[in-house]
């Protein structure tokens, strides 16, 4: 049963557009949010959070969009530049353990 | 401050072999959570210590163990290696238990032979 989905194993996108990157959660007690990056060879790198109390966080060209009737997160990236080329990883905490459940992926390819 | 280290970065095991893999929690950590990524999928939760105790385990078999030291280095252990282990193993390190951001390590390439 995955808790955390992430249903476009792929996204392609020109530079300067905007990267809309989508996350599905199916578990009400989770209480934040939370975006990875990750490079090949490399481990994640800890992007952007959002707590469940929230509907909105921003950080330069990241901005994390939470949809709670919806269970549905969303990352924009404005405008993509090439160094964003990576795989991404919604990952929500549960409130209980304290652990992180990620979701599946997203390569996003930003091209010229 | 350095960031998580962990070693080694590549291993290759024989099935039914034992491997110890090791990770250094960012400066001031004293929460580590060890996650096993396969090919394909995000990072499965394995377990996590805090201040050298075991706070939690996901779906894993008795075989995954684990210590936390006194400097909240961490230690993964692995018993009787299966097929189905090959993965990136990686370790994140919090500054506290509920902490919201993990900073993760490069993590460890092991592949079961």
Same mark, same amino acid.
């Given at each position: 049963d995955q808790q955390v989905k992430?249903?476009?194993?792929?996204?392609?996108?020109?530079?300067?557009?905007?990267?809309?990157?989508?996350?599905?959660?199916?578990?009400?007690?989770?209480?934040?949010?939370?975006w990875y990056k990750k490079y090949p060879a490399e481990g994640p790198t800890f992007l952007i959070s959002i707590s469940s109390i929230?509907?909105?966080?921003?950080?330069?060209?990241?901005?994390?969009?939470?949809?709670k009737s919806a269970k549905h997160l969303s990352l924009h990236i404005v405008p993509s530049q090439p160094g964003d080329s990576a795989v991404y990883f919604c990952a929500a905490k549960d409130t209980n353990t304290d652990k992180l459940?990620?979701?599946?992926g997203t390569r996003l390819q930003v091209f010229p | 401050e350095t960031g998580v280290t962990q070693s080694p970065t590549h291993l290759i095991k024989t099935r039914g072999q034992q491997v110890t893999l090791r990770c250094s929690s960012q400066s001031g950590h004293n929460t580590v959570s060890w996650y096993q990524q396969a090919l394909g999928q995000g990072p499965q939760f394995i377990f996590q210590y805090y201040r050298e105790e075991e706070n939690g385990r996901g779906n894993f078999p008795p075989r995954f163990s684990g210590l936390q030291f006194p400097n909240y280095s961490s230690e #993964?252990? &692995?018993?009787?290696?299966?097929?189905d282990d090959s993965a990136l193993y990686l370790c994140a390190s919090s500054l506290d238990w509920g902490y919201?951001?993990?900073?993760?390590?490069?993590?460890?390439? #092991?592949? &079961?032979v």
């Open positions: 992430q249903n476009s194993p792929s996204l392609s996108v020109q530079e300067g557009r905007i990267s809309i990157l989508n996350c599905d959660y199916t578990n009400s007690m989770f209480d934040y949010f939370l929230k509907d909105k966080n921003e950080d330069g060209r990241f901005t994390v969009f939470l949809n459940i990620f979701g599946t | #993964l252990n &692995v018993n009787a290696l299966e097929l919201t951001e993990a900073f993760f390590g490069q993590g460890t390439r #092991l592949t &079961v």
